[in-house]
């Protein structure tokens, strides 16, 4: 309580107070344990998971355990548990002094964020009616993992300038607001979008821009000389990068249908990817004055093209419509670095630590048009009967809808999208001012000592001091007289 | 036979020596040449990866190459894969002069003891009684990996402390124990431990800490300074945990029944992990002064929902219960890391580098016990008769076993499990206290210097004139000055 | 047209121009362009990723989704594609400052030549003859991989001391190069290679050593001080290290038969690369003087035995010989490292930054001569009839060909390989050498500086400052002395 007032008091009238000590220990347990009576509720394995399985089986003249729906997706899961640990992580280390901040807290927000996911993705999408229960399996996992990716990119733009109680909260209504949007465009719309061009991009995006804008810092300034690499930061940021990069067909083709469906979506991201690498070197190298790449452009915007295929990539899009949307993508991103980001934090006040409106706030909804324009156009000499209907689920109250209606409700999906992201972020955003929830103040972002026990020996940035710490360290005697060089100065 | 007299003469009058160019290489090549022949006279390929399983399946009637094994656990072996080699060993990266030991020796020591598994595992488990040879496929390359964790976590207790050449003759010891245990454990007393909360962990952590103890070094002190870690390399340590924290659960689900025994056990150990998250951060940062979360909890603490779900996984401990396993492992190894450790060091004269006993020693007992009693639960209703039959094996001579007597026979397995640790870490650990193994003094501790040639240029560069070239870079006019300090050093 | 004439005079008169602001834009863009326009041309989905898949599966009495060659290949896919981005990405990372032209141009060079591998190999081995176009589904994405692979081992050779343009123009040749001598290998000779022993690593390291002997610098030694490693770009090698070890089981099954073909490989792969690790880690402790081991060996030979299974992986050459392949070829590759290495350099005026001479070219011949040896001895006795016949695929216009003479093809595909290899890098080289690819000067290789914008902070450490603070830390007496070198400046 003390600490309560404190903090409210800081805010009004003196520094902030950054301690989290009681704050992120109570957030914690109240929403582990809230988890835990809410699966015990609702939550049960779906068949496939559950021991029954083997009397299932028989009765479905199932003849092989592997037509379980576990070998189909389980690879697929992991691909995509890694692009959200260690992809969305370890991309955000490149601050120079964020590196704990950006992987370690990417993982708090991650792990809470899958179970709250299961259950807000379950009461929409899975819930048995027979009992009232959530049924899990493989496929809620990657659901689930899917729904965290929202939350993490939304952390991107807010990287370094919040605490992980905000990031926290930012999480709970983050997963919230992605399972109604999803439930609206997905069942409500009957909107194709396996890889989440819209649904996961472009709300996560502007969810985040949005809280970055309500939360603006206008002295931000004074942390700028932490807002900024160093070389081997930079190398570990391309440990995300790859991964992301690596595993992204496996992201768009998780959730696709089984055999052609996964087939066709891995392919065509893979090759979208491609695209994207090259014209993201070739923008950066133009846009530099000696023709020197720039390592932001290479970690982010050769994603891009991963991202713009999230809702096409089960499309019969073909491989050089694939190689299209690549090659656009990664122009459009890394010209969003040079000139977008600059512009957006100075004009529209929105500071993007990350640079998620280049990397999924653009692609997203280039990816949702590209989308809607795919569905419009599709035909059955393309598909095949029997394939555009799998494919679209043009069964049961939508046995009737043509592919153009559906390029217009895809269309619809993408305002959705946003609509969610836009205002969800403002009321998120007013939540996170208040004073409670111990952000750092402005000179000590991007910093990991506020959050972080910092190992001693490197901590101490100026190398003035560090020189210093350092004599103390090992020579009392000195300690005098470097401290002098230091006062000085 | 020079080098031997002198190591004997270190240990008893003078300084030790650490140069092992003798020993290693002659205990690579012997062992290596050994598991050829070995591998000559009793390891072949198993019916599924023969090129006789063209005729094998027509004669079994088995449609498709798709029921091949391979496929149902080959993502799950490289899942394994990737925690042995980059999870164990970025894991320990964490020392600022030690990572090249950690990755290094963790790489030697799993490669040779997978081959020293797969035999010592082939003569108990799978040697083919009519030609007496051991017939290997992907199952048992998933086992031998395992086998080799059990090693690695012993290594956990005693990096920085043991020459490789100890290393080597741990794992050979360890292997070999591990083996006879798991035998015991899994074939006589009939126990169920498919990620090996008893069998890997309990095992590995109580061999590792006593041997630790038996090495006990009172001045290990001398080394305090090299006993901590950097900022870049608290980065690396993350990429080992977060590729454990996300393939645990195909380490629990890798050796389970096709179906969903596998797809279970990769739910339950996901829910679990997950929890874990939530609870170390929370102790984490309450237990620190100012509320600052710490490093060394979120690497290794995270992981113990994981550790203790290694039995029960594949049991129908129902989604709730995993998280339930998860939050209280998260909170008692942090705690662990807070309290236990230091009490062990202080007090029970056990160093124990890695917190393995808060990392695999308790949360393995737990997992055990949990496993027991949810074995012991187990029904008909809830599993199905089949289900409860399938799972436990309850067939053959078990045929007329119950639920409450596999709980027993579960718990005494716990009991083999701590016995092979303890009494094996005694003999191995004497063992590696003769003087002829090259171990490090104690002021040589965690240090890289020891055992590898590393790079000359980062290693001494003085502080004072890392500060003084900064000052150059930066502003020239203080170069004067900060020189002159160094000078009148 | 300025910079052209500026970069002809700079070649014959002045300074080299390294700047690529043009030429590398000009490259990505009309190359991209380029392969949008011959995928729309040509390249077209596989009936199993075709959305026509669910009536050609009904028409072929396909009763399950689950035999769509995706769930045979998809997991062995992104393994192999982990080891083309992140394995040779992190390999070359070890330099001190060429961290981000390794894992960066290694990135551009793969983006691009994947694409151009899917038109070239498309060409050659799988044109519809109906219509002309190429079919792709997920082992062409493997076949792209692979073929890339090629290029990158070659650049392994040259890294450091090429513009990212020369990697470009070589990924060019070298892809074409490689489908020609791919078609003669395995489709005119109808030789097995899976793993690509000669296919990849014998012609990709032969073309990069030959490019490298044309594009020798006499000079290099003036770039001496960063042509090594720091501590911690050590530790980033080895995740290249272990990622490539650890996949190498997928690398060499990917493309094998389904069913045990895939299951044999990967046993095989396993088995010869624990054997390397633990030769390895001999020889290299043997030959130092304290026997300390260094990182060069660990990670580099290690790999051998994955090198060297590449055409036999597949066969029946039975556990104990995969151990004895890798324990050959862990000792050759180091030894290559410790002694043919410095030679070539010093006499045959070839530079090889990574060794990939050690790594690829020996292991890789060994492994052509290993398949042509197990080929050769094949017997329907060891294989069963059906089994020797669908291995070897020995159908067709190949009924008739014996054993022993398939040995003999195989072994004139090692000379193939070796051709191309060494006629394709000479005419490369030669193009190379044109001075308008923006190549670095001899005192600018292994510099990040040249085409990468690196961040300020840690970049400007003058040299001198460098090596004045090694002094002191070797020798106090110097102190002085150079810290006054510092002044006079």
């Known amino acids: 309580m003390g600490n309560f007032i404190e903090c409210c008091r800081g805010f009004w009238c003196g520094p902030k107070n950054p301690n989290v000590r009681v704050s992120l220990p109570i957030v914690c347990f109240i929403w582990q344990i809230a988890m835990i009576i809410l699966f015990g509720l609702f939550v049960r394995y779906d068949i496939e998971s559950d021991a029954h399985w083997a009397e299932h089986k028989k009765h479905e003249n199932i003849t092989s355990d592997i037509e379980n729906d576990f070998y189909f997706r389980y690879p697929s899961f992991q691909d995509v548990h890694v692009m959200i640990f260690v992809g969305f992580g370890f991309l955000m280390t490149f601050l120079k002094r964020y590196s704990f901040g950006a992987v370690g807290f990417n993982f708090l927000v991650a792990a809470f964020g ?5 259950l807000m993705q379950g009461w929409f999408h899975s819930l048995d009616p027979v009992d009232g229960t959530i049924k899990i399996g493989v496929e809620s996992l990657i659901n689930a993992d899917f729904c965290v ?14 605490s992980p109680v905000q990031l926290m909260v930012m999480t709970l209504f983050g997963i919230t607001l992605y399972a109604v949007e999803e439930y609206i465009i997905l069942n409500l719309l009957h909107v194709r979008d396996a890889g989440g061009s819209m649904v996961i991009h472009t709300f996560g995006a502007y969810y985040g821009l949005t809280i970055s804008w309500i ?22 940021a391309m440990i995300g990068t790859l991964f992301l990069w690596m ?9 696709s249908n089984h055999g052609d469906g996964q087939h066709r979506a891995a392919i065509n991201t893979y090759l979208s990817l491609a ?23 290479i970690q982010n915007a050769t994603l891009a093209g991963g991202v713009a295929m999230g809702t096409a990539a089960e499309f019969m899009i073909s ?9 656009c993508c990664g122009i459009i ?9 600059p512009f957006m934090e100075k004009y529209l006040k929105i500071q993007d630590t990350c640079g998620v409106h280049n990397l999924h706030a653009m692609p997203g909804l280039i990816g949702g048009i590209v989308g809607a324009i795919t569905a419009a156009a599709a035909s059955p000499t393309v598909y095949g009967q ?7 689920g043009f069964t049961g109250d939508y046995a009737n809808r043509s592919s153009a209606t559906q390029g217009g409700y895809q269309a619809a999906g993408i305002a959705v999208a946003l609509a969610f992201g836009i205002v969800g972020g403002i009321i998120v955003g007013c939540i996170l001012r208040l004073p409670i929830w111990g952000d750092p103040s402005d000179e000590n972002c991007f910093d990991d000592e506020v959050y972080w026990e910092v190992p001693e020996d490197e901590e101490s940035i100026p190398p003035v001091l560090e020189y210093s710490s350092h004599m103390v360290g090992k020579n009392p005697d000195m300690m005098s007289e470097s401290n002098f060089t230091v006062e000085h100065r």
Chains 1, 2, 3 share one sequence.
């Not at 993201?280 to 020197?292: C, D, N, Q, W, Y």
């Open 386 to 392: 029997e394939g555009l209907v799998n494919l679209f």
């Open 215 to 236: 939360l603006y810092r206008p002295k931000l300034d004074q942390a700028k000389h932490l807002n900024g690499s160093v070389y081997h930061s930079d190398v570990f």
């Open 333 to 341: 991103s890394t010209f969003g670095y040079v000139v977008i980001t």
């Open 275 to 297: 695209a994207s690498v090259l014209t993201t070197f070739a923008i950066s190298s133009m846009s530099a004055k000696k023709g020197k790449v720039d390592m932001v452009h």
């Open 114 to 118: 899958l179970q709250w996911a299961l």
């Open 247 to 255: 595993f992204w067909p496996s992201f768009n083709s998780a959730i």
């Open 319 to 327: 491989p050089y419509g694939s190689l299209i949307v690549g090659f």
């Open 149 to 162: 990716a929202g939350c993490l990119i939304a952390y991107g733009a807010l990287l370094g300038k919040v």
